[in-house]
């Protein structure tokens, strides 16, 4: 089964870096495109970043410039580095993959950023 398992995440000021890391099982990972969502405190899920099978990447506007999206097919990881962060990053990440097989989107238990002085 399709499993994800977010880390990496914790406390860091305004400004400051940060790396969060997603390790993926169950499934044929450089098969598929993956994508970091997250859900900020009281709000929905917002879409982060897309990668693809080609190692294409595509952004939100919110984070383009100061996020990078990355995939390591041979670890089965993938990673979102996160720079010049706000307090408006604050909020829980999940990594996805969508599952022809099954039809929809999966998702990690997340981890949380906080970016407060």
């Known amino acids: 089964q399709v499993q994800l398992v977010e880390s990496g995440g914790g406390l860091v000021q305004p400004g400051g870096s940060l790396r969060v890391s997603c390790a993926a099982s169950?499934?044929?990972?450089?098969?598929?495109?993956m994508y970091w969502v997250r859900q900020a405190p009281g709000r929905g899920l917002e879409w982060v970043a897309t990668?693809?099978?080609?190692?294409?990447?595509y952004y939100a506007d919110s984070v383009k410039g100061r996020f990078t999206i990355s995939r390591d097919n041979d670890k089965n990881t993938l990673d979102l580095q996160m720079n010049s962060l706000e307090p408006e990053d604050t909020a829980v990440y999940y990594c996805?993959?969508?599952?022809?097989?099954?039809?929809?989107?999966?998702g990690g238990k997340g981890t949380l950023v906080t970016v407060s002085s």
């Open positions: 990668i693809t099978t080609s190692d294409n990447t």
């Open positions: 169950g499934f044929t990972f450089n098969e598929h495109w």
């Open positions: 996805s993959v969508f599952s022809w097989r099954d039809g929809k989107y999966y």
